[in-house]
């Protein structure tokens, strides 16, 4: 039985990820992995199709984590200063959401910043510090300011 060398499209269950190479029978690989678009012959050609997909896509998660330290330094040169309603003894009233410290952070720098990215717990007026998750690698600490109206 012949075995021939596959380059996966798609994840497969018992063979291997997208991207790996496997070796299966002959017969599988055309009448299964080919057939159904789930491989592609790992040809001389498309091995450096696949290596030069690989470069691009490690330049950009590097060009993608560089942006992100430069947000970071800006998000982390300056205060987010939100205005909230409190009661006494300076207790706000429910507490400052993620979304509200987009808005601050959108206001304040001008930047969008998906609020699932942000974690924050402030429940007093103060100075208390938000982590948003830039990147994988980098997430960011930012001063928030609750003063009230």
């Given amino acids: 039985m012949a075995k021939v060398q596959v380059i996966l499209t798609e994840d497969v269950a018992g063979q291997g990820r997208k991207g790996q190479i496997v ?4 017969g599988y690989a055309h009448n299964f992995l080919i057939k159904n678009k789930k491989g592609i012959l790992a040809t001389e050609e498309e091995l450096k199709k696949m290596e030069n997909r690989k470069k691009k896509e490690a330049q950009r998660a590097e060009e993608d984590r560089l942006k992100a330290m430069e947000v970071k330094k800006a998000l982390e040169s300056a205060k987010v200063v939100i205005a909230v309603k409190t009661g006494e003894n300076g207790k706000l009233f429910g507490a400052i959401t993620n979304k509200e410290v987009s808005i601050g952070i959108k206001e304040t720098f001008n930047l969008d910043i998906d609020r699932k990215k942000i974690e924050c717990n402030i429940k007093a007026v103060g100075e208390h510090i938000a ?4 990147h ?5 600490e930012v001063k928030v300011v609750a003063v009230a109206k």
């Fill in 23 to 26: 070796s299966v029978s002959d």
């Fill in 131 to 134: 982590t948003i998750r830039l």
């Fill in 136 to 140: 994988t690698e980098v997430k960011a």
